[in-house]
């Protein structure tokens, strides 16, 4: 699915109602509001493909502070997404990344429902193209974590979450059908429980120039709901470093490690590599396994308050257990631009172009992707 660019899409559906000349204006400004206010973005959604038929819907980003008067304060950011297909499909998620007063505790939601097809091409670090199986995914998520500040820059947390898939394979007799080892093929509920420990000493959580971020969650399914007698714990371990490396430029590194350990696990909770902030160019599922480790750099150049350019490069893998090798290692790079719609805050729209590896006999990998806020 390929979108139109959402800034021009924003420019073009308030011309009428603001006048040409006072829309590029308050959109091209240089000019910094300083005042702390609250910011609102929509983003129209329109985009089409075969598989798809023609999608429509909105986004939208609304930022604030809960204590406009604390110039330490964090923003706090609530997003909102919904589109509907011809066929049918639909796709609604909420969010929220919030930061009480003094920082004192960080709580974060996201309720999802999603109907969509996807391509699955099996499991495992070296899956082939002409094993493209398209299924019909169902999901529904709810989750909920919340940290608090003991220590200086420190957070720990608690966090539960609940999801539900069910799958419908629309090419029977493909990989989808005939893999013996794929768990829990029509899907199922999980439970989820856990803990998180993080550091973050970055100057923004939205455009960090400078500082540190890391955070290691954990989180158990106990067998309550799965047909297959399954339990499971999940691991997810991310950091981040930010370097400035002159007048508008930044260095940013990033690494993400994550494991799903267990006895049957549903193919459906092992970890993906591939998104519009990992891995970029890599079709998200095209390989998965019970680890994935990926690692990226990315250089961010900020020319104005309104504008700015990155060039981005990585590599990871997937693996399953005792079988990491670095020769598995799949590249990934790219660039793409900012438009920051909230100066003050760091608040932006990302436009990004990866491009990946590409395996023997087949075309090279690559993504186009349309985002609210960085990669990491």
Known sequence: MKYFPAFFLLLICNLHSFGQKKLIQRLLSNDVDTTRRPSFMPIP????????????????????????????????????????????????????????????????????????????????????????????????????????????????????????????????????????????????????????????????????????????????????????NYSASQIRVKISNFFPLANRLVLGVNGIYYTVQGKNTPFYLLPQLGNDEMMRGYYRGRYRDQNLLTAQTELRYRFSNRFGLVGFAGTGRVYENGNFSLQGLKPNFGAGGRYFYDPAKGLSIRLDYGVGGMAPNEKRQSGFYISLAEAF
């Open 45 to 228: 959604v329109v985009g089409y493909s075969q598989e798809n038929g023609f999608e429509f819907g909105a986004g939208t980003l609304y930022s604030t502070y809960l204590d406009p008067t604390d110039p330490l304060n964090r923003s706090s950011n609530f997003s909102a997404l919904a589109s509907i297909t011809t066929k049918k499909q639909y796709n609604v998620s909420l969010k929220s990344d919030i930061y009480t007063k003094e920082n004192k505790y960080h709580l974060l939601g996201e309720l999802k429902f999603k109907r969509t097809p996807f391509n699955f091409y099996g499991v495992g670090n070296e899956t082939l193209e002409r094993d493209e199986n398209r299924v019909l995914e169902e999901m529904f998520k709810i989750q909920m974590e919340a940290e608090k500040a003991l220590l200086p820059n420190t957070y720990t947390g608690i966090s539960v979450a609940f999801e539900r898939y069910q799958y419908t394979d629309r090419a029977e007799g493909g990989i989808f059908f005939s893999d013996p080892d794929l768990v829990d093929r029509q899907g199922g509920p999980v439970l989820f429980i856990g803990v998180s420990q993080s550091y973050d000493t970055r100057n923004s959580n939205n455009y960090p120039t400078k500082g540190f971020f890391g955070r290691v969650s954990y989180q158990y399914a106990p067998n309550m709901f799965s047909k297959s």
